[in-house]
């Protein structure tokens, strides 16, 4: 059974665009290999922060929309957890 979920993901402010790139496409191929359907990524570009986090001033938001069952968002969040590119995530279920 899928849900609609959204996650939006923050990112270091000193990463090459490259590497910004890769590192979305590496998390919309796991969300695929966990049989989540992406619906649509969103790059917001570099915003400020509201405060500091983890010695950064600034993050480059992502926001991704997708249908995915439970295991899926577990192992997404288990990979946020390990990156050293991600540093802070939020992921919501939506409501129908």
Do not use: C, W
């Not at 986090?53 to 957890?81: C, H, S, W």
Request: charged share 30%; proline share 3%.
């Amino acid at each position: 059974m899928s849900t609609k979920y959204e996650t939006m993901y923050i990112l270091r402010p000193d990463l090459t665009d490259e590497i910004i790139d890769q590192t979305i496409t590496r998390y919309q191929t796991l969300l695929a290999e966990q049989g989540a359907v992406p619906v649509e990524t969103q790059h917001r570009g570099k915003r400020r922060l509201a405060y500091e986090l983890k010695k950064f001033k600034e993050g480059i938001y992502v926001q991704m929309n997708y249908d995915a069952p439970t295991t899926a968002v577990a192992e997404l969040e288990k990979a946020f957890r390990l990156s050293e590119e991600v540093i802070r995530f939020l992921t919501v279920r939506e409501e129908d």
